[in-house]
């Protein structure tokens, strides 16, 4: 066994290695996906509709557009200044515990990819329209929103559902298995230490198939007969 490589492969980075986070390609492709498609379908909005006009999709679905100059659902209308700080200061935030954390999964690095991704799309519009353009509407749904509004809250929910069911799969460490400490043993007996993401195990050899055998001789254990 070639002790430069850990015995199983890691889903997710190194812990607290920012730059590993925020440079690993599934991460920046969701955010820049998420910025693009957010700009470009406002883009349109704006060029195929006048302020304040619908058009019917599909279903309950209709294109309606309109400014909103407060955050996400309408909140904090008049505000722009303001939100456009703490907004970026938010998202710095969050940006920061998160590159800090042990959760940095594919599935967390796409969530976290469509949060940032949607918050720069609203702060683009906000810092050169001082406004967001809004144009989803659903009926029956009292909220007109965007692309971008939509990226954050699927980010969000999807964090929450795997933190949610990743929970009861992290067991507490317990005495090892027969054949998970064979495998440690052989391990050890090539090298006595071995690195696994970011850190090291030094391992202590013992003899864990030794145990009492009945004695088949027929001796006493004082060697009489």
């Known amino acids: ?9 890691s889903p997710s980075l190194p812990k607290g290695n920012a730059l590993n986070v925020f440079t690993n390609g599934l991460f920046l492709g ?7 498609a957010d700009q470009l379908t406002k883009f349109l909005i704006r060029d195929s509709l006048y302020l304040g006009e619908s058009a019917p999709v599909i279903g309950p679905l ?28 938010g998202v710095c935030v969050l940006l920061f515990f998160y590159a800090k954390s042990g959760e940095h999964t594919s599935g967390n690095m796409a969530c976290m990819g469509l949060i940032l991704g949607g ?9 050169f329209l001082n406004h967001v353009t809004d144009f989803i509407a659903i009926q029956g749904y009292p909220w007109i929103f965007n692309v971008a509004d939509a990226a954050v809250v699927v980010g969000v929910t999807g964090i929450a559902t795997l933190t949610v069911f990743a929970t009861p799969l992290r ?14 043993r052989l391990w050890a007996q090539s090298n006595e230490t071995c690195c696994y993401g970011d850190e090291t195990w030094a391992f202590h050899i013992v003899d864990i198939t030794s145990h009492s055998e009945p004695d088949n001789t027929g001796q006493q254990p004082d060697g009489s007969a």
């Open 171 to 184: 067991r507490p460490a317990g005495p090892l298995s027969h054949n998970t400490a064979i495998t440690a």
């Open 1 to 9: 066994m070639n002790s430069d490589h850990s015995p199983m492969e």
């Open 62 to 89: 209709t294109l309606h557009y309109v400014t909103n100059t407060g955050a996400l659902f309408g909140l904090f209308q008049g505000q722009t200044s303001i939100l456009l700080v703490l907004s970026t200061i």
């Open 119 to 127: 918050a720069i799309g609203n702060q683009i519009d906000r810092l």
């Open 30 to 36: 969701f955010v820049f996906a998420s910025i693009l």
